[in-house]
């Protein structure tokens, strides 16, 4: 079982950059693929970039999302990164974090992820 925990949200001015983080706990978090996923105020629940274990952990996005976003994921620290770069009120959301056990999915699809955290909210004020 492994457990997720996002942090980093908050409150944060158009224009601004942030970064969230998601520490895992238990499971083999090397060689998972992690997703980030985020929720906008009545709208479904979409993917953002993930990040599998393919060589120099390779990552991917939603094509709305390129240049937008950046992951990264520290295996020392079993903790993976989402930064987020000229933050606009769209982007305002509970920003998840979940885990794949198939360490080699490019994967956007949230069934295939079998671990979630419970999500930390980013609110772009104008």
Same mark, same amino acid.
């Given at each position: 079982?492994?457990?997720?925990?996002? &942090?980093? +949200?908050?409150?944060?001015?158009?224009?601004? &950059?942030?970064?969230?983080?998601?520490?895992?706990?238990?499971?083999?978090?090397?060689?998972?693929?992690? +997703?980030?996923?985020?929720?906008?105020?009545?709208?479904?629940?979409?993917?953002?970039?993930?990040?599998?274990?393919?060589?120099?952990?390779?990552?991917?996005?939603?094509?709305?999302?390129?240049?937008?976003?950046?992951?990264?994921?520290?295996?020392?620290?079993?903790?993976?990164?989402?930064?987020?770069?000229?933050?606009?009120?769209?982007?305002?959301?509970?920003?998840?974090?979940?885990?794949?056990?198939?360490?080699?999915?490019?994967?956007?699809?949230?069934?295939?992820?079998?671990?979630?955290?419970? +999500?930390?909210?980013?609110?772009?004020? &104008?």
């Amino acid at each position: 079982q492994v457990h997720l925990v996002e &942090s980093g +949200g908050g409150l944060v001015q158009a224009g601004d &950059s942030l970064r969230l983080s998601c520490a895992a706990a238990g499971g083999t978090f090397s060689t998972m693929t992690l +997703g980030w996923f985020r929720q906008a105020p009545g709208k479904e629940r979409e993917f953002v970039a993930g990040v599998n274990t393919w060589h120099r952990r390779s990552a991917y996005f939603a094509d709305s999302m390129r240049g937008h976003f950046a992951t990264f994921r520290d295996d020392d620290k079993n903790t993976v990164y989402l930064y987020i770069d000229s933050l606009k009120p769209e982007d305002t959301a509970v920003y998840y974090c979940a885990a794949d056990d198939n360490g080699n999915s490019q994967s956007q699809y949230g069934g295939d992820f079998g671990y979630w955290g419970q +999500g930390t909210r980013v609110t772009v004020s &104008s």
